[in-house]
């Protein structure tokens, strides 16, 4: 099969590539040994960050495997696990709770259909602004999900955007865009742990990340 994928003696991937790891091999280091909010909506939303750091850490070893399009697939995974995460912690009811912490049985998987989807988690999270829900939080999911919402389904549901990157190969400048997007996503999925474990210094410290990895990162939102 012709190998059409981006060329992983690419440099300034390969640099990417490492800085993304140095900045997760940071967050970690400030959140690895912290305890977290043991209630049930703590842990709910602190799994759901669990699993949003699973799909980004999947999505660089991919991009390193030369296997671009399953790696631009899994940024709507890790960000729909963070706005449910965030979701959890701002807006979610108690009966919402009790839903996605049920056991897995069949009848808890019925149940859990009918949790609201990224668009109306994210417009309840926006509602609550100004009542314990930071603006910037709300501003980050919105506008991540106007800019890239299209392109991530298409590549998702097997649309056009799936069907060429495969076919013709995924530009640089994309590859390294995917890769802040996803390292942004993990700062801001950190950031939301920061705040489980209630230590005010875990969260001063994760929240100055930003400025030692500007590189691999988004740049800011302006307010």
Not at 61 to 69: C, E, H, R, V, Y
Not at 207 to 223: G, M, N, R, T, V
Request: hydrophobic fraction near 50%.
């Amino acid at each position: 099969m012709e190998q059409t994928a981006i060329d992983q003696n690419d440099v300034p991937l390969e640099h990417m590539l490492l800085r993304s790891d140095a900045l997760h091999e940071r967050l970690d280091e400030l959140l690895g040994d912290a305890a977290f909010d043991g209630s049930v909506r703590g842990e709910s939303a602190l799994g759901m960050c669990l699993v949003a750091m699973e799909h980004a850490a999947s999505l660089r070893a991919l991009m390193a495997l030369g296997m671009p399009t399953s790696a631009v697939s899994l940024m709507r995974l890790q960000f729909e696990a963070l706005t449910r995460a965030m979701w959890l912690i701002y807006a979610a009811s108690e009966s919402a709770i009790e839903k996605l912490s049920a056991p897995l049985t069949l009848e808890a998987e019925q149940a859990a259909k009918n949790l609201p989807s990224a668009k109306e988690m994210i417009d309840q999270i926006g509602k609550r602004v100004g009542q314990g829900v930071p603006a910037a939080a709300h501003q980050m999911l919105a506008h991540f999900k106007d800019v890239s919402w299209n392109a991530m389904n298409s590549f998702v549901h097997g649309g056009i955007h799936a069907l060429r990157r495969s076919a013709d190969g995924i530009p640089e400048h994309l590859a390294l865009q995917v890769l802040r997007n996803s390292n942004g996503l993990s700062n801001m999925t950190c950031m939301t742990m920061a705040l489980l474990t209630g230590d005010e210094a875990i969260a001063k410290a994760v929240s100055k990340i930003q400025p030692a990895f500007a590189d691999c990162l988004p740049d800011l939102l302006k307010p």
